[in-house]
């Protein structure tokens, strides 16, 4: 996740100093799970690099690793932090996910506290073609195919057995792992196809059914401004959107254009650039939601409802989130968002990683495809599987995705996973519960709470199902590290 991630398609725009308007609404829905507010600063984290096969699954595949144009080999990285670990104590991993890792991950919060107890050894994974982990020399279709789940489990598998051989006392240790968002469903699959490995697992916000028409996400999101921003605030929202569909269809496109200061390019004619715009407002809005911490929801409504009629409100904050990325006019077009789709550099945005695993893995396109979300009618999930067939070839038909989201759940099990030892949490505002196990005899739904926020220390302001939760995994982990 990060699934998890949602998926804000609407990516990146052109040229804008401050880091574009799809680019840091992206990042904020794919980004790294908060790091705890209390670290451990004296701690020294290992930044080491560990060499992984390019393709588990393929004997005739020998390569390793590489950078650039030169024979040297590019591991895998992941941080370790020992300043707890004694020989022969567990060992405790935190799965990267479509994100850069950062030391910060393994230096506070309830993993280390858990660790603290435990004596653990704590590392940090990251996961290929994120970050710093560069299989190949570039994102190109021929050298992204490399980049799935399964070889991404395949390489924690390697890792761990590894890790076990050569570090000190580690041969007989258990291990634990633990993930959110897209990290967090790695965790339940691993256990699935690795269960010897690892003795548990903790999956914060883990969605495990793939779903091409991923409607479920903006139906929570709106549930979740209506719960904590008010039904007024969920009603302008949804006046406000309409009525700029409604100016589109009727010819006043041009006002659409002034009032929200978009770039030339854009066409309100073209279906796909009226779907990139409308998709990329609804994703601002998944951002606010998905992110949530107290009071965030609400006070996005109260300057919502401080314009002065549903279309102003809207517009007026969404104009101060367009302007936080620079620029006299934002180019929200299609042809702005798949011009960059198509570079392969890696350039610090994933965006082309993910949606590469989203058209051959999982789907998960948080489409406009109900009527029971404010976000109007104007991103079916034609435009994503386009993006598909437009970014990485013709073959990415609906049928070829359906049907790779089938294989996916075929293979893991969907929402029957079928693993032990798994302890999974969810929040209950999170929109990415909809794809995830909510049956509470099965998982943790902790009210008023966002996407992968129970990895904080227990603490006085946690909520009583907050701190039960915490309390629980401690439990478990006691249990499977006998």
């Known amino acids: 996740m990060k699934l998890w991630l949602g998926i804000s398609l609407a990516l990146l725009a052109l040229g804008q100093t401050h880091g574009s308007i799809f680019e840091r609404t992206f990042k904020r829905i794919h980004e790294e799970p908060p790091l705890s507010t209390i670290q451990n600063r004296a701690d020294v984290v290992q930044t080491l690099w560990i060499e992984q096969k390019l393709d588990h699954f393929d004997p005739a595949e020998t390569r390793t690793w590489q950078m650039n144009n030169i024979r040297i080999n590019l591991f895998q990285r992941y941080m370790l932090n020992d300043a707890l670990y004694k020989s022969g104590a567990p060992l405790f991993i935190y799965l990267g996910g479509e994100w850069e ?82 990290s967090a469903t790695m965790v339940t699959w691993f256990k ?55 100016m589109i269809a009727t010819k ?29 407002i609804s994703d601002i809005f998944a951002g606010v939601v998905q992110t949530h911490n107290a009071g965030q929801i609400e006070g996005v409504c109260q300057k919502i409802m401080a314009g002065s009629n549903d279309l102003n409100g809207v517009a007026g904050y969404l104009l101060d989130v367009f302007a936080e990325s620079g620029g006299k006019c934002y180019d929200l077009s299609y042809d702005a968002i798949t011009g960059l789709l198509l570079d392969t550099n890696y350039n610090g945005n994933i965006m082309r990683q993910w949606m590469f695993q989203t058209c051959n893995e999982y789907g998960w396109y948080q489409t406009s495809g109900s009527t029971a979300q404010p976000f109007g009618t104007k991103f079916p999930v ?24 089938s294989i996916t759940n075929q293979f893991f099990g969907g929402l029957s996973p079928g693993v032990e030892n798994v302890y999974l949490t969810h929040g209950q505002l999170d929109p990415w519960r909809a794809m995830g196990i909510q049956d509470e005899s099965q998982a943790t739904i902790i009210p008023e709470h966002a996407h992968c926020k129970d990895f904080n220390s227990i603490s006085s302001s946690d909520t009583a199902e907050m701190k039960a939760s915490k309390e629980r995994i401690a439990e478990l982990v006691r249990e499977w590290v006998k």
């Open 252 to 280: 006043r496109g041009a006002e659409v254009k002034a009032i929200l200061k978009l770039c030339e390019p854009f066409d309100v004619y073209s279906d796909l650039d009226v779907w990139t715009l409308f998709s990329e």
């Open 192 to 246: 699935k196809l690795y269960p010897d490995l690892v003795a548990g697992g903790w999956a914060s916000s883990a969605p495990l059914f793939a779903k091409v028409n991923f409607v479920e996400y903006k139906e929570v999101t709106g549930q979740s401004i209506q719960q904590m921003g008010g039904s007024d605030c969920y009603k302008r929202i949804e006046n406000g959107i309409a009525e700029m569909e409604s």
């Open 101 to 182: 890792i950062s030391s910060g991950r393994i230096t506070g919060g309830h993993l280390y506290d858990m660790a603290k107890e435990h004596n653990a050894l704590l590392a940090y994974t990251e996961h290929r073609y994120y970050g710093q982990s560069k299989p190949l020399p570039d994102l190109s279709n021929e050298n992204i195919k490399y980049l799935s789940v399964n070889q991404s489990l395949a390489d924690l598998a390697y890792f761990i057995n590894t890790i076990k051989q050569n570090h000190e006392g580690l041969s007989e240790s258990k291990v634990i792992i633990v993930g959110g968002s897209y």
């Open 382 to 405: 034609t435009y994503y599987t386009t993006m598909c067939a437009d970014l990485y070839g013709s073959q990415y038909s609906n049928e070829f995705i359906s049907n790779q989201v």
